[in-house]
């Protein structure tokens, strides 16, 4: 992913929402939203390169999510860091437990967020120990978790107005359809060519080869009902399907 706004106990009705943004590379292969072949009971998609996922829920209300840590030029890790939330999707450890066991070394820089029904955890390995957060809206890009990129401050802020519209979820699609460029002098400077800071200012991302795959919406009710909402994309933002998987009561 390279963005995702998460509201945790913040909505009476809706324990956990989640609105995400997941940018890659067109070329490279995936399995679009399902329930997985190997683990019927999870919600997701699936790096059909590597394996893992960007996210994903289970029907026991385990949520997890990753997006890297924009650091061009660093070594490469070892391990993909899609496979982090593909085992907590399918292990049955405690959030907290799990984020403090990964070896951070053995991984490219990555932002993890795990939910176990019970706690929200954050993990990092480039941020300190794993720590749960309380009730809260909370935003994830490229960096630190609530880092004031101006794409992470809109869209925190777009969701929190949309979230007293549930059921309704025109205003979640809305955010992460946004298309603004961020002026040059709001630009994270991470490291990358500026037309590149540029195109990735954006909460939607679009280009020949690069941009936003997959909007997704997660929503799990009081009741424990999950319902997943994703919209998926081609080159220059050309809208391909949309798709919706709901587990019952």
Not at 13 to 38: C, H, I, K, T
Not at 114 to 137: K, M, T
Request: one cysteine or more; glycine letters at 10%; proline letters at 7%.
């Amino acid at each position: 992913m390279c963005l995702i706004v998460i509201g945790w106990r913040v909505h009476p009705d809706y324990p956990l929402v989640v609105a995400a943004n997941r940018d890659e590379f067109y070329r490279r292969p995936s399995m679009p939203l399902g329930r997985w072949p190997d683990a019927p009971d999870v919600i997701g998609g699936l790096d059909l390169e590597a394996g893992g996922t960007w996210l994903g829920i289970a029907e026991t209300g385990r949520f997890a999510a990753v997006t890297n840590v924009r650091e061009p030029g660093m070594t490469k890790g070892a391990l993909s860091r899609g496979w982090l939330t593909r085992h907590f999707l399918t292990s049955d450890r405690t959030a907290l437990d799990y984020a403090r066991q990964i070896d951070g070394t053995r991984y490219s820089g990555f932002n993890l967020l795990l939910a176990d029904g019970e706690s929200l955890v954050y993990g990092s390995n480039r941020d300190g120990e794993p720590r749960a957060l309380q009730p809260g809206i909370y935003g994830l890009s490229n960096h630190l978790l609530d880092s004031p990129w101006p794409k992470l401050v809109a869209a925190r802020q777009a969701f929190a107005a949309a979230l007293p519209r549930l059921p309704d979820t025109d205003a979640f699609f809305q955010l992460l359809a946004n298309e603004q460029i961020v002026p040059d002098d709001n630009l994270p400077r991470t490291g990358v060519p500026i037309e590149w800071e540029r195109l990735l200012s954006a909460v939607f991302v679009k280009s020949e080869n690069y941009g936003t795959r997959a909007s997704t919406l997660v929503r799990q009710r009081r009741d424990g009902q999950i319902t997943v909402q994703e919209r998926s994309f081609g080159p220059f933002g050309q809208a391909l399907q949309s798709s919706e998987i709901s587990t019952s009561e």
